[in-house]
């Protein structure tokens, strides 16, 4: 019997995110995450622990059949590897930062200055397309304090919240890429294991549509149903029952996470009372 060969990362932001998809899925783990490898009890899938870093290569080279890491890492390594699904986890951007003070007018600020970066290829394709003559200093880790210490002018490096870099003087002036976790996969995996590899991307779906969208219950007068059902589009149509009380009907529907508080506020205005918003468990499309 076949199974697939999972790597996540062993420790480190990525590394709780990506278990949990994984429990939510319905995947059990006998051991902790102390181990090198270990197997589900209720899913053909072995899980890998290593540094996000090697990923990509050993899923190039089969040592795994997919994995679990930050789109920045998958483009920054470049090896023969499929992207299957966003994760919508661990977002972060890969942006050029330079000391607080500095003027900046534009990517030509750039020529002829040193760039400390652990992601030269993404870097360098960067500098390439806008023209640009940079110097690029890798280093592996700690990229912020290169300014400081004299071992470059600026940085390109992973920012989220953007506190790590006002902490140390510098300023984010543009953007590279945008990133999240992703699931990338060999190119070559047997019947067998795409096979199983479906049926993880069915549930990983699932999960990812609950996480996405809530479950909306509320009551309205009918005269406003039409308006809001234009309000809460759903999955298909809302469902709508009639109240004990004449005139009222009860309306069941899922609205997005992210327009979750706006949507709120229009079917107040349009009529609607006693609002419930649930957490959805599974949403299969
Ligand atoms: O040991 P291993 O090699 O496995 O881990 P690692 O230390 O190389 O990676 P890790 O765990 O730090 O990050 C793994 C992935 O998480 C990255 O490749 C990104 O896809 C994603 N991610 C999301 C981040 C961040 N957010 C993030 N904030 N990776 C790093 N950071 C760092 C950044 O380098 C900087 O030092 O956090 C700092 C900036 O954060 P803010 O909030 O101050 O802006
Ligand atoms: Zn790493």
């Known amino acids: 019997m076949s199974e697939l060969k999972i790597a996540i990362q062993k420790s480190g932001r990525l590394s709780e995110n990506s278990l949990r998809l994984l429990e939510e899925c319905g995947i059990k783990f006998s051991n902790g995450t102390s181990v090198l490898k270990t197997r589900a009890a209720n899913f053909p899938v072995e899980i890998l622990f290593l540094r996000?870093?090697?990923?990509?290569?050993?899923?190039?080279?089969?040592?795994?059949?997919?994995?679990?890491?930050?789109?920045?890492?998958?483009?920054?390594?470049?090896?023969?590897?499929?992207?299957?699904?966003?994760?919508?986890?661990?977002?972060?951007?890969?942006?050029?930062?330079?000391?607080?003070?500095?003027?900046?007018?534009?990517?030509?600020?750039?020529?002829?200055?040193?760039?400390?970066?652990?992601?030269?290829?993404?870097?360098?394709?960067?500098?390439?397309?806008?023209?640009?003559?940079?110097?690029?200093?890798?280093?592996?880790?700690?990229?912020?304090?290169?300014?400081?210490?004299?071992?470059?002018?600026?940085?390109?490096?992973?920012?989220?919240?953007?506190?790590?870099?006002?902490?140390?003087?510098?300023?984010?002036?543009?953007?590279?890429?945008?990133?999240?976790?992703?699931?990338?996969?060999?190119?070559?995996?047997?019947?067998?294991?795409?096979?199983?590899?479906?049926?993880?991307?069915?549930?990983?779906?699932?999960?990812?549509?609950?996480?996405?969208n809530k479950y909306i219950l509320l009551n309205a007068p009918e005269s406003s149903i039409q308006e809001i059902c234009r309000i809460l589009p759903g999955m298909k149509s809302p469902t709508i029952l009639p109240l004990a009380e004449k005139g009222w009907c009860s309306l069941h529907s899922v609205v997005k996470e992210d327009e979750f508080w706006e949507r709120i506020a229009q079917l107040k205005s349009a009529g609607a009372e006693g609002i419930l918003v649930i957490p959805i468990e599974k949403m299969i499309k």
């Open 52 to 212: 996000d870093d090697d990923i990509p290569q050993y899923v190039e080279q089969q040592v795994a059949d997919i994995g679990i890491l930050g789109e920045n890492m998958v483009l920054e390594k470049n090896k023969e590897v499929a992207i299957l699904e966003q994760l919508g986890f661990a977002q972060c951007r890969l942006s050029l930062a330079i000391r607080k003070e500095e003027n900046y007018r534009g990517p030509e600020y750039f020529n002829n200055k040193r760039v400390a970066t652990s992601y030269p290829r993404l870097l360098s394709g960067f500098f390439k397309k806008n023209n640009i003559k940079a110097e690029i200093e890798e280093i592996s880790g700690s990229v912020e304090i290169a300014p400081g210490i004299g071992l470059a002018d600026a940085v390109c490096d992973i920012v989220s919240s953007g506190s790590t870099l006002m902490t140390n003087g510098l300023r984010e002036v543009t953007t590279i890429l945008r990133s999240e976790a992703v699931i990338i996969g060999n190119k070559k995996l047997s019947e067998e294991k795409k096979e199983i590899l479906d049926r993880l991307l069915f549930r990983i779906r699932a999960v990812k549509g609950a996480r996405e």
